[in-house]
């Protein structure tokens, strides 16, 4: 009997590990998509610099402020454009993982399935057990998303705040 590679994974106690075994094959789709993550939300930590940079030109009016202020400007226009391919980058990196993810997971689960006794499964309600498989592997897929969507974006803005704030008010 050979064991499948999700069984091998799995660490009841070490459960972050294992979902970090889960993705490892979709590493680089994975890296892909938290580095279109940056870009796409780079306007919510270059705004508010650059706001602020237009109000210092602007209350100090002081040599160069002119060119300053459309630096400052194109920035920030560049910054909101290119929010929009970035965006459509992330979702298609983080999904076709989290896809690939789902499709491995599955077809492990069915296999395991399978390889239990006819008289397990006259025991068992089927429609039941496949909804719970069902349930179980979007949990999964709703923890991925929300660890990127919150989890990396909070760790990412606090450390954005202290590199700014460093830079701005050593």
């Known amino acids: 009997m050979q064991l499948d590679s999700v069984e091998i994974q799995f660490d009841g106690r070490r459960p972050w590990r294992t979902l970090?075994?889960?993705?490892?094959?979709?590493?680089?789709?994975?890296?892909?998509?938290?580095?279109?993550?940056?870009?796409?939300?780079?306007?919510?930590?270059?705004?508010?610099?650059?706001?602020?940079?237009?109000?210092?030109?602007?209350?100090?009016?002081?040599?160069?402020?002119?060119?300053?202020?459309?630096?400052?400007?194109a920035v920030g226009a560049i910054s909101i454009l290119q929010n929009i391919?970035?965006?459509?980058?992330?979702?298609?990196?983080?999904?076709?993982?989290?896809?690939?993810?789902?499709?491995?997971?599955?077809?492990?689960?069915?296999?395991?399935?399978?390889?239990?006794?006819i008289s397990y499964h006259n025991r068992t309600d089927t429609g039941a057990m496949q909804t719970k498989l069902t349930r179980d592997v979007e949990s999964v897929e709703q923890l991925s998303r929300q660890v990127v969507d919150v989890g990396f974006f909070a760790a990412v803005t606090v450390l954005v705040t202290m590199v700014v704030t460093a830079w701005r008010m050593p």
């Open 20 to 73: 970090a075994r889960l993705f490892w094959p979709e590493r680089r789709s994975v890296a892909l998509a938290l580095v279109s993550y940056l870009f796409k939300a780079s306007p919510v930590w270059i705004l508010p610099v650059i706001t602020a940079n237009i109000i210092d030109v602007l209350a100090h009016r002081g040599e160069g402020g002119l060119r300053a202020l459309w630096i400052n400007v």
């Open 85 to 117: 391919p970035a965006a459509a980058f992330y979702v298609s990196f983080l999904s076709r993982s989290i896809r690939n993810v789902e499709v491995r997971l599955r077809s492990s689960l069915v296999r395991r399935l399978q390889m239990l006794s």
